[in-house]
C-alpha cells in the first residue's frame, strides 16, 4: 500500500513554493515517513525553521510549527525544548541558515547536546535570495556573489557538528531517500543532539550556473559523489577524493542537556544536597 | 504584611518576575543587568523552572520566545549592546504575539559606551528599535519598590495584549538597594494568556473576529498550528500583498492603543497648580521630585509628572499639562529625546526645556531648580 502523506499535509497548503526539480520535496516526503514509522503523536511534535526556501518546509505539516528567523531556528527550539523537555523537537534549516547566519547557534546547541533533531538542508548555495555563496558553496563554483568562482573555504557540516560536540552526526542525500528514511528515523530517536547534513540540489539558483544541465544531473551527482561511510573508510584517500561519506558518521554516548538540568532540579528538592 | 527586604533594583526585578508566575529565563551577561541573570540563575531551579545562559542575547531573545510559546512565562535581561541584539526577535514576538518580558537595564552608549554608568538613551530604541510598524508597552519604575511591582504589571500586560513588554531602568535603580516589601501571594492580581475555548479543531491562531486580542494555545496542547514572521492570515499562514496586511497590523497596534487608559501609569505631584512641571522617569524623576519640593519651600509652584509607562506615550496628561503652566523642563540622561514628545504633545502651548547629561553621573535636584527658576 502506498504511504498517505495527506495524514501529516495541512490541508490546503500545497502547491509548495519549491521550484520545480527542487530536491525538498523528496526530503519532505522522506522525512513524513520517518516521523510516520515512529509513530509518535503529532501533538507531541514541534518543527522549527529559520529563514530560506528549507525553512519554508514546518508550514505544509501537522505538527507544532514555528518559522523564525534567519539563522535562529535553534535557539527558540532550545526554550521550547526546555520548557517542555518531554516533547519532540525538531529543526529543519539551510545551510546558510544553519552555519552562516547561525552558526554561533549551532555550535553552541552541540555543545550542550540538547535533545533536538536538526536536519540541515545542504544544497550549497543561498536558494531564497537568488544563488549568493553560502559557507558550503564548492571552491570555484559560481555564485551572484562570487561571480568570477568561490574563493571562500567551505564548512564540512558533519566535522563541525562532531567538533562543537553532536551526540549522533550523519549525512544522507536527496537522491538516496530510501536510505535517508532510515537516517531520519535514528536521528530522532538519539537522545541528545542529532545533526543530519542532508544533500540537496537547487538547480534553479546554483545548478544552472554550476554545469549541471539539468536536475536530474544533480540528482546524479549525488549519486556518484556518495559513498556509505563503511567503503569509504576502507579506500585509500586517493579513491575518494572527491567523494563523501553518507550514514550515521559519528556518534557516542553524553549527556542530555535538559536530563542534567532537571536532574538538578530534583537534587534542590531534597533539603540535604540543595546547597543553593 | 508581606515579606520586608533589602533589595537591588535589578534583584527586584526578578523577585517581581517569579511573583508573577515566571518559569523561564534565558539571557546573556551584561553591566548594569547581570544581576537579574544571576538571582534568576539561583531561584529558578529551586522550583522547576528554566535557566538559561544562551551564547548572546539574540539566542537568548528567541529562546524566551520558545519557551512562552510552550506555556512558560518567560523574561530576558540585558543592557545597551545586549539589547541592541534583541531587536529582530523583539520585533517577532510583537508580530507573532508571543507574550515575553524584556529588561533594559540603560548604561550609556552608543555602542560599548559606559558600561557602569548610568543611560537614558536607549528610550527611543525601546519604542522604535525593531523594524517595522509594531506595537509597544515600555515601563519606566524609578524605585526599587517600583521596579518590583511593574515588573509584576509587566507580565500581566505582556499575557493580556499578547505582546513583548519592555522595563526600561537605568544603572542607578538598577544598583541601588532600597527596602521593600514582598507582598504576600494574591495582593498584586497576577494574569494569564487568554486561553482558546473552542475545539482544536476549530482553533484560528490570529482570529481577529471576536476581539483584538485572540486566545492563545500553547505548542503541545492539542491545538497544532503555525506561527510565522511573515504577516499572516487568521489560521497563521502567510499572506501575501493582502488587504489582511493592513487590518491585521492596524488590529496590532490597537491592542496597546485602544488601551492607554488600562496600559498608562504615572505619578503626578503637586501638577494641579503649578506654573512649571518637571517631566522626568527613572532616576531623573527621583531627582525631578527632590528639585520640585526644593523649589515649593521657595515658594514657586513647581510639580512633577513622573511616567511609569513611557510607551505608549502619555499624551493626553502631557497635552493637558502644557496648557496648564509656562514650561515643562524635561531632564534625561541623553542628549535629548524624550523630550521630542513632550514637545510634540504640547504643541506650542508652553515652553518646554531640556536638562541633558551624558556623562555617567546624573542630573542633579540643583540643576532642574535652577531651570525650574529659568522657566518661571
Ligand atoms: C537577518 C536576515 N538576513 C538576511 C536575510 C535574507 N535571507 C533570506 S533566506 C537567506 C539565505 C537562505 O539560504 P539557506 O539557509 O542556505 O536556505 P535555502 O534557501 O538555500 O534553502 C537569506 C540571506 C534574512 N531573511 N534575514
Ligand atoms: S530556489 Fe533552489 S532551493 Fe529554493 S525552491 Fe528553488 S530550487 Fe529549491
Ligand atoms: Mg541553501
Known amino acids: 500500500m502506498s504511504f498517505d502523506y495527506d495524514q501529516y499535509i495541512r490541508g490546503g497548503k500545497l502547491p509548495h513554493i519549491w521550484c520545480p526539480g527542487c530536491t525538498y520535496g523528496i526530503v519532505f516526503k522522506s522525512l513524513l515517513r520517518a516521523v510516520d514509522s515512529l509513530k509518535i503523536p503529532k501533538d507531541d511534535v514541534a518543527l522549527v525553521s529559520g529563514i530560506g526556501c528549507a ?21 527558540f527550539a532550545t526554550g521550547l525544548k526546555m520548557a517542555r523537555p518531554d516533547k519532540k523537537v525538531m529543526v529543519v534549516s539551510g545551510d546558510g541558515d544553519a552555519t552562516a547566519i547561525g552558526g ?18 545542504n544544497n550549497f548555495i543561498y536558494g531564497m535570495t537568488g544563488g549568493q555563496y553560502s559557507p558550503t558553496t564548492p571552491s570555484g563554483h559560481l555564485a551572484t556573489t562570487m561571480p568570477y568562482g568561490n574563493i571562500d573555504p567551505s564548512f564540512n557540516i558533519p566535522d563541525l557538528a562532531k567538533g562543537a560536540g553532536a551526540s549522533w552526526v550523519g549525512r544522507g542525500t536527496a537522491y538516496h531517500a530510501a536510505a535517508l528514511d532510515k537516517l531520519i528515523v535514528e536521528a530522532i530517536q538519539h537522545k541528545g543532539l542529532s545533526v543530519l547534513e542532508i544533500i540537496n540540489a537547487c538547480p534553479t539558483t546554483h545548478g544552472r550556473r554550476n554545469k549541471f544541465k539539468s536536475p536530474t544531473d544533480m540528482l546524479l551527482w549525488m549519486k556518484d559523489t556518495a559513498l556509505p561511510v563503511t567503503a569509504f573508510d576502507k579506500l585509500p584517500p586517493e579513491k575518494t577524493a572527491g567523494k563523501f561519506p553518507t550514514g550515521v558518521l559519528f556518534k557516542r554516548e553524553a549527556p542530555e542537556y535538559c536530563e542534567t538540568y532537571y536532574g538538578l532540579v530534583e537534587r534542590l528538592k531534597s533539603p540535604k544536597e540543595g546547597r543553593a | 504584611m508581606g515579606k520586608l527586604k533589602l533589595l537591588q533594583g535589578n534583584e527586584a526585578c526578578a523577585e517581581g518576575a517569579l511573583y508573577a508566575g515566571c518559569t523561564f529565563f534565558a539571557g546573556y551577561p551584561i553591566t548594569p543587568s547581570t544581576e537579574v541573570a544571576e538571582f534568576m540563575a539561583r531561584s529558578l531551579p529551586k522550583i522547576g523552572g528554566a535557566f538559561l545562559q544562551m551564547e548572546d542575547e539574540i539566542a537568548a531573545m528567541a529562546a524566551i520566545i520558545g519557551g512562552s510559546l510552550a506555556g512558560a512565562k518567560s523574561l530576558t535581561a540585558t543592557s545597551g549592546p545586549g539589547f541592541s541584539l534583541k531587536q529582530e526577535n523583539i520585533g517577532f514576538a510583537a508580530l507573532t504575539e508571543v507574550p515575553c518580558v524584556v529588561v533594559n537595564v540603560m548604561r550609556g552608549g552608543p555602542s560599548t559606551g559606559v558600561p557602569t554608568g548610568p543611560g537614558q538613551s536607549d528610550i527611543m530604541q525601546c519604542k522604535w528599535g525593531t523594524h517595522g510598524d509594531h506595537p509597544v508597552i515600555c515601563l519606566t519604575p ?65 482570529d481577529d473576529s471576536k476581539g483584538d486580542v485572540p486566545p492563545m494555545a500553547n ?98 496628561e502631557v497635552a493637558s499639562i502644557a496648557s496648564r503652566v509656562k514650561g515643562i523642563v524635561v531632564p534625561e540622561l541623553s542628549l535629548g529625546q524624550i523630550i521630542f514628545e513632550v514637545d510634540r504633545c504640547a504643541k506650542g502651548r508652553c515652553r518646554v526645556e531640556g536638562i541633558y547629561r551624558v556623562d555617567g553621573d546624573p542630573i542633579t535636584p540643583s540643576q532642574i531648580l535652577a531651570k525650574i527658576k529659568e522657566v518661571k
Not at chain 2, 541601588?176 to 486561553?195: F, N, S, T, Y
Not at chain 2, 497596534?253 to 485602544?258: L, N
Not at chain 2, 503637586?270 to 522626568?280: G, K, L, Q, R
Open chain 1, 55 to 75: 525553512s519554508r518546509l514546518p508550514g505544509y505539516v501537522d505538527f507544532n510549527t514555528l518559522h523564525t528567523t534567519h539563522g535562529r531556528a535553534l535557539p
Open chain 1, 104 to 121: 554561533n547557534h549551532f555550535i553552541h546547541a552541540c555543545r550542550r547536546n540538547i535533545d533536538i533533531t536538526v536536519l540541515v538542508f
Open chain 2, 142 to 206: 524609578a524605585y526599587v519598590q517600583e521596579i518590583f511591582s511593574e515588573t509584576v504589571r509587566a507580565f500581566n500586560l505582556a499575557e493580556k495584549y499578547r505582546t513583548p513588554v519592555i522595563i526600561a531602568f537605568d544603572e542607578i535603580v538598577g544598583h541601588m538597594r532600597e527596602k521593600i516589601e514582598i507582598p504576600d501571594k494574591g495582593v498584586l492580581p497576577v494574569e494569564d494568556r487568554p486561553k482558546p475555548a473552542c475545539k482544536p479543531s476549530e482553533y484560528l491562531p490570529y
Open chain 2, 219 to 316: 505548542f503541545f496542547e492539542g491545538y497544532r498550528y503555525h506561527v510565522t514572521g511573515l504577516n499572516h492570515g487568521p489560521d497563521g499562514f502567510p499572506v501575501n500583498a493582502s488587504p489582511r496586511i493592513h487590518t491585521d497590523e492596524l488590529r496590532l497596534m490597537r491592542k496597546v492603543e485602544a488601551n492607554r487608559k488600562e496600559i498608562i501609569r504615572y505619578e503626578d505631584y503637586m501638577t494641579d497648580d503649578a506654573e512649571v512641571v518637571v517631566f522626568a522617569y527613572g532616576v531623573s524623576g527621583r531627582s525631578g521630585k527632590t528639585a520640585v519640593e526644593a523649589a515649593r519651600a521657595d515658594g514657586i509652584k513647581a510639580g512633577l509628572f513622573r511616567p511609569l509607562t513611557i510607551w505608549p506615550f502619555p499624551e493626553e
